[in-house]
């Protein structure tokens, strides 16, 4: 199944949005509109830290588990998604590139390695579900953002 990649350009520096990006508990803050029930094991941050969520899309809801697998500050931020009983494998890609203006250009890609038949039958249905929620996630991510790193500097 072909992957999905959103985007935003936010005012924010490649370092500021790694840095939260990092702590897998800020994740619910920008994607609780699909991905709810969190719970947290492994470090706070970096890999190795890890989430088992309820996602709720297409009107089906499946358990989640997210970890971090790699990570390359402040560029890049890898995710393996397992879910379906281990039949749905999928990794999710932060990328933070910094703007010539000033600020920074993030992507997020969604592929799929592995999916069972279903998925493969409904990748079109699919494939459209997550790009609506993860623009969605997008531009939740930048307003929280912006929250963040003015509470932070104050």
């Given at each position: 199944?072909?992957?999905?990649?959103?985007?935003?350009?936010?005012?924010?520096?490649?370092?500021?949005?790694?840095?939260?990006?990092?702590?897998?508990?800020?994740?619910?803050?920008?994607?609780n509109h699909y991905l709810t029930d969190w719970?947290?094991?492994?470090?706070?941050?970096?890999?190795?830290?890890?989430?088992?969520?309820?996602?709720?899309?297409?009107?089906?809801?499946?358990?989640?588990?997210?970890?971090?697998?790699?990570?390359?500050?402040?560029?890049?931020?890898?995710?393996?998604?397992?879910?379906?009983?281990?039949?749905?494998?999928?990794?999710?890609?932060?990328?933070?590139?910094?703007?010539?203006?000033?600020?920074?250009?993030?992507?997020?890609?969604?592929?799929?390695?592995?999916?069972?038949?279903?998925?493969?039958?409904?990748?079109?249905?699919?494939?459209?579900?997550?790009?609506?929620?993860?623009?969605?996630?997008?531009?939740?991510?930048?307003?929280?953002?912006?929250?963040?790193?003015?509470?932070?500097?104050?």
């Amino acid at each position: 199944m072909k992957s999905v990649t959103v985007l935003i350009d936010v005012p924010q520096t490649p370092e500021q949005v790694y840095d939260f990006l990092d702590v897998v508990a800020h994740h619910e803050r920008f994607t609780n509109h699909y991905l709810t029930d969190w719970h947290y094991s492994g470090p706070a941050r970096g890999i190795g830290s890890c989430a088992t969520v309820t996602a709720a899309l297409g009107g089906t809801k499946t358990d989640v588990t997210i970890e971090v697998v790699e990570a390359d500050p402040p560029r890049r931020i890898v995710e393996r998604n397992v879910s379906a009983a281990g039949r749905r494998l999928a990794h999710g890609t932060y990328t933070i590139e910094p703007l010539p203006t000033g600020g920074s250009h993030v992507s997020f890609t969604y592929a799929w390695a592995r999916v069972p038949l279903a998925d493969c039958l409904l990748a079109p249905v699919i494939r459209a579900t997550m790009r609506r929620a993860n623009r969605t996630v997008m531009r939740r991510l930048a307003t929280e953002l912006g929250h963040h790193v003015s509470t932070a500097g104050s």
